[in-house]
């Protein structure tokens, strides 16, 4: 399966979805203009890797930012997801950041997957 | 030209650390919040705070780049708009106007009115209702602008329209916060 390998910028976030090595990460800030254009590569991939998913999903959501645009399309990645075997989500939030913390636990209460929550 | 000084003037006395007017697009968001970032982090601002600031401002100009489209179409400078963020002792206050006509006035008094009555609870709630029903608008808003600012803020958001004639008015919008 291809890889997505994207460098983040000021307003899109870090993307890598690697099936090969494991590796299922979004990272950094997420205010594109255009959210749904920007998460629609992305959602396409976690759909066609529901087909051949690995047993175990560790997928990792880093944010430092994101607009509430984004966070629909968030809740669109988790939704595609939950459709998978063995996914389990890791929710990166800075120590002193509650908001994205809560953010989080709300994600959470919105799809049955299940979540660690980790600070850096 | 004196309206120089007197718009320093102004701009001092009012505690306005950054006043942007004219038109807007995602690439001016971009180095209007880059501004703004270099301000807070210059002043030597807690990350909490202006993550905040930060997020308000985000929705703020983005939903003023959605909608610039519907300004009045009479007017030569109908994406013109304003962007205004103001910091004082206790406070960041961060403030838009744009012009809008008068079904949006009304659909933005009685959403924002709405929001208003809501407590954290409540915003928590209304948050989670639309996120779960709504797909994005054509403009790709989520419709969790208000409901964010609200949140993020902990304060109401405070609004005015004043009567620009031609079926327009200028709608003005104040989100607070407060820097404890």
Known sequence: MEIINLEGTEDTPKILLDKGNGIF????????????????PILDWITAYGEDSNPETLFTFKLEYFNTASSKLI???????EDIDGVTIDWYFHEDDEDMEEAGEEFSELVEIPFEFKTY | MKYIYDLHKTMLS???ILVYEGEFTQE????????????????????????????????????????????????????????????????YVVTSGNPVDTEAKESLIERIDEINHLDKEGLKAKYKEIIKSNSLSNKGGAGLGFVDMARKSGQKLE???????????FFSLTTTILRL
């Open chain 1, 25 to 40: 990460e979004i990272s950094g800030r997420s205010l594109p203009e255009d959210s749904a254009e920007f998460y629609q």
């Open chain 1, 75 to 81: 809740l669109d990645v988790l939704s595609a997801l």
């Open chain 2, 14 to 16: 009012r505690n306005l």
């Open chain 2, 28 to 91: 001016i968001t971009k180095s209007v919040l880059a501004m703004a970032e270099r301000n807070m982090d210059s002043m030597g601002e807690e990350s909490s705070i202006k993550r905040k600031v930060f997020n308000v401002m985000v929705e703020c100009l983005q939903n003023i780049v959605k909608h610039s489209d519907d300004f009045n179409p009479l007017s030569a400078k109908r994406n013109a708009a304003i962007f205004i963020i103001g910091k004082e002792d206790d406070r």
């Open chain 2, 159 to 169: 609004y005015d329209f004043e009567d620009m004639g031609e079926g327009f008015h």
